[in-house]
C-alpha cells in the first residue's frame, strides 16, 4: 500500500460549550474539547481506574454553527476527522504547539437539551392512554377486515 491515512474516530463528552470564532470573509470556526475515558482494573490492587484523554476539536462553518446551536458541556458525541498539528508564535515571542482533531463528520448522541425535553415529557406522558389494544369497531373478534 503506497497511501497514507489521517482519520481520527472519537466519542465522548463535551468539555465545554462550543466556541465561536467569526472572520471578515463570514466564515467561522469552532472549537471545543472532547473527553474520552478509559477504564480498566489495576490488578495488583483490584481498584478501578479511569484514564481521560482530553483532544482539541475544531469545526468550520455551517458545521460549528450547529455544533454551538445544539452541544454544551457533558453532551456525548461521536466525531470524525483528521489530525492536524500547528504552531505559532504567541505574544511574548514564545513557540506554541497543538494537535487538534479536525472535525470532517459528526452525530449527536447525546444533548443536555434532548435529555432535559424527554424529561419534561415523561411528566406529561403519564396522563396518556397506555392501552394498546385495537378498538375492534364493532366487529365480531374472528371476522377479518378484508
Known amino acids: 500500500m503506497n497511501g497514507t491515512l489521517n482519520k481520527v474516530m472519537l466519542i465522548g463528552h463535551l468539555g465545554d460549550d462550543v466556541k465561536l470564532h467569526y472572520f471578515e470573509a463570514g466564515n467561522c470556526i469552532g472549537r471545543f474539547q472532547l473527553a474520552t475515558n478509559e477504564v480498566y482494573i489495576n490488578k495488583t490492587t483490584n481498584e478501578k481506574i479511569v484514564s481521560t484523554e482530553w483532544?482539541?476539536?475544531?469545526?468550520?462553518?455551517?458545521?460549528?454553527?450547529?455544533?454551538?446551536?445544539?452541544?454544551?458541556?457533558?453532551?456525548?458525541?461521536?466525531?470524525?476527522?483528521?489530525?492536524?498539528?500547528?504552531?505559532?508564535?504567541?505574544?511574548?515571542?514564545?513557540?506554541?504547539?497543538?494537535?487538534?482533531?479536525?472535525?470532517?463528520?459528526?452525530?449527536?448522541?447525546?444533548?443536555?437539551?434532548?435529555?432535559?425535553?424527554?424529561?419534561?415529557?415523561?411528566?406529561?406522558?403519564?396522563t396518556k392512554n397506555t392501552n394498546f389494544d385495537t378498538p375492534n369497531k364493532g366487529l365480531p373478534i374472528n371476522d377479518l377486515p378484508f
Open 55 to 126: 483532544h482539541n476539536l475544531v469545526v468550520r462553518n455551517k458545521a460549528a454553527e450547529i455544533c454551538e446551536k445544539y452541544l454544551s458541556k457533558g453532551d456525548k458525541i461521536y466525531v470524525e476527522g483528521r489530525i492536524k498539528s500547528r504552531q505559532w508564535q504567541a505574544e511574548d515571542g514564545s513557540m506554541k504547539h497543538t494537535t487538534e482533531i479536525q472535525v470532517t463528520e459528526f452525530t449527536f448522541l447525546t444533548t443536555k437539551k434532548d435529555t432535559e425535553g424527554n424529561k419534561q415529557n415523561q411528566g406529561s406522558e403519564s
